[in-house]
């Protein structure tokens, strides 16, 4: 089944303690992108990769760290999680490095930082 | 600043009843994506009009753009309660490349 995987789907952790939110993805898509969600706020992007060791800045960058070692893996790492990172975070992938086209969504990782 | 913003913010309607939500965007764009969201869940893609399309149809879906208005629509026709969900457009920006920025989302509540 075509699919976007991330990994937890919940977690809780202390400021500063460095974690990884896993995505991946089994459609050989080129374009990932990170989201994260907050009330009112729709969704902002935070890091995107176009393709193998490409990645870029989004909207929301600071805090965060992305790699791109493999076509199918986007993690997101919070070296130094701070309390106004408690939000519902989105990895997404298409097919198209250009973008623009159809999103697939994982379930989302709900990220509560205390 | 956002570039898709949906009208209205919340939406409550009864079963059997139309839906329509509205989107507006600032600039020019490739084309316009509309996403559904269940609570807390990811977003699922329902439908893409490109700049040159006026209107799409997709099973009780139908979605209008109008590119001299910057605005583009979603009719949802005979509303059932598993229509309930947040509803966000999706305008596919001319940059480098097709940036894809989502508006805070139309809140839809259908009642049976």
């Known amino acids: 089944e075509a699919q976007v995987t991330q990994n937890p789907r919940y977690l809780i952790t202390v400021t500063g303690k460095k974690l990884t939110v896993t995505c991946s993805q089994n459609m050989n898509h080129e374009y990932m992108s990170w989201y994260r969600q907050d009330p009112g706020l729709g969704l902002r992007q935070i890091y995107y990769?176009?393709?193998?060791?490409?990645?870029d800045k989004g909207d929301v960058p600071e805090g965060y760290k992305v790699s791109r070692k493999e076509k199918r893996n986007f993690p997101l790492i919070l070296e130094s999680p701070s309390p106004n990172q408690t939000s519902l975070y989105f990895c997404?992938?298409?097919?198209?490095?250009?973008?623009?086209?159809?999103?697939?969504f994982g379930s989302g990782t709900q990220l509560s930082v205390l | 600043s956002q570039q898709g913003e949906e009208d209205p913010q919340a939406l409550s309607i009864q079963e059997g009843e139309n839906a329509t939500m509205n989107c507006s965007y600032k600039?020019?764009?490739?084309?316009l994506q509309w996403y559904r969201q269940n609570s807390g869940r990811g977003l699922v893609h329902l439908i893409l009009?490109?700049?040159?399309?006026r209107e799409k149809h997709s099973g009780r879906l139908r979605v209008t753009l109008d590119t001299s208005k910057k605005s583009s629509s979603l009719l949802i026709t005979a509303s059932r309660a598993a229509d309930t969900a947040s509803y966000f457009c999706?305008?596919?920006?001319?940059?480098?490349?097709?940036?894809?920025?989502f508006g805070p989302g139309t809140s839809l509540s259908v009642i049976p």
């Open positions: 009009i490109r700049s040159n399309e």
């Open positions: 990769s176009m393709n193998v060791e490409v990645t």
């Open positions: 997404a992938s298409s097919l198209l490095a250009s973008g623009g086209e159809k999103l697939f």
């Open positions: 600039t020019s764009i490739n084309n």
């Open positions: 999706a305008p596919s920006m001319k940059t480098s490349y097709d940036k894809v920025i």
